[in-house]
């Protein structure tokens, strides 16, 4: 009876040992999937703050955007105008050889 009592300790014995050893494992894989979300994360933060920066990047480059097409659109308003005077005065006043 001792050999089959020795026998039954010896298979405990090494299933918890395995039982162990999967437990260790599985603390290691937790681990480093909580170090791999950690790094995730920041990845993320870091991506984050560069959309806001490029967003308001972009609301900068709008807004010069806009303010150069006014530019733009006033002075060809008055070289129009201008035209049209230089226009009115050579019928006006025609140029003669």
């Known amino acids: 009876m001792g050999t089959v009592k020795d026998g039954e300790e010896m298979m405990l014995k090494k299933r918890n040992e395995e039982l162990e050893k999967a437990l260790k494992e599985s ?27 490029l967003c308001s990047q972009l ?26 005077q230089a226009h009115n005065l050579l019928h006006l006043h025609p140029v003669t050889n």
């Open 59 to 84: 609301g900068e480059l709008e807004a010069e955007a806009v303010s150069h097409a006014r530019d733009c659109h006033a002075r060809i308003l008055s070289l129009m105008n201008e035209l049209s």
């Open 27 to 53: 603390k290691q894989r937790e681990e480093k999937m909580k170090s791999e979300l950690q790094r995730a994360w920041e990845r993320l933060q870091v991506a984050e703050e560069a959309e806001e920066r």
